[in-house]
């Protein structure tokens, strides 16, 4: 079946500084693939999708390339703030139209 | 326009009790997924209702249930309660087409006791 992989967390970052969160995905086919965003007390935001292999999806400064050849789908951000503090799920919907989310990575982001 | 509205935001069931949740989704949308979260689990898929059908289904037991209505209004119903399914329920809806975004409630946290 289909599967999502991320780093384990949590990522604990100094404002302004570079962020990577690992995604690796395996499913069949051509999935596409998402990165979401949970804040606290919240429920999930999409954050960014890519459907095809070398799309690239960008939203509030968060960047993600789809490499099909490595099957993976990083997050990075040039400069985090504090108020980026949250959860990230990386995910993909395949042929069966069910969405397989990852674990999850928490980020804190220390002033 | 309005998000995806869960209710009630909080519960407190004993074991053995059952439970309905509801999830209203974003106007137009008739896709309704739910989802189990949990800090030793993750997020996990429990059914997707899809024009009042069961289109696909997780891997719970049988005393987790779902239905849809006409309006695509959701609702989900566990039954038995057991301590472990103590847990963020998060509902979802979309199109129904495989590259649309889901839009997610607020999600309703059920405690058992």
């Known amino acids: 079946g289909n599967s999502v992989t991320q780093m384990e967390g949590p990522v604990t970052l100094s404002e302004e500084a570079f962020l990577t969160i690992n995604c690796t995905y395996t499913a069949t086919g051509y999935p596409s693939l998402f990165w979401y965003v949970q804040y606290p007390g919240e429920g999930l935001q999409l954050l960014l999708k890519?459907?095809?292999?070398?799309d690239k999806g960008s939203n509030k400064g968060f960047e993600a390339t789809y490499r099909k050849e490595t099957t993976s789908f990083h997050l990075e951000k040039g400069s985090v703030q504090v108020s980026d503090s949250a959860v990230y799920f990386c995910a993909l919907i395949g042929g069966s139209y069910i969405p397989t989310f990852g674990r999850g990575t928490s980020l804190i982001v220390h002033p | 326009k309005a998000g995806v509205t869960q209710t009630p935001r909080y519960l407190i069931k004993t074991r053995g009790q059952q439970v309905t949740l509801s999830c209203s989704p974003i106007?137009?949308?008739?896709?309704v997924s739910w989802y189990q979260q949990t800090p030793g689990q993750g997020l996990q898929f429990l059914f997707e209702?899809?024009?009042?059908?069961?289109?696909n289904k997780g891997n719970f037991p049988g005393r987790f249930s779902g239905r849809q209505f006409s309006n695509s209004r959701s609702e989900m119903n566990v039954s038995t309660l057991e301590l472990g399914d103590s847990a963020l329920y998060l509902c979802?809806?979309?199109?129904?087409?495989?590259?649309?975004?889901?839009?997610f409630g607020q999600g309703t946290r059920l405690t058992v006791v």
């Open positions: 890519a459907t095809k292999a070398d």
């Open positions: 209702y899809f024009s009042e059908t069961q289109r």
């Open positions: 106007s137009g949308h008739r896709s």
């Open positions: 979802a809806s979309s199109g129904g087409d495989r590259d649309t975004e889901a839009f």
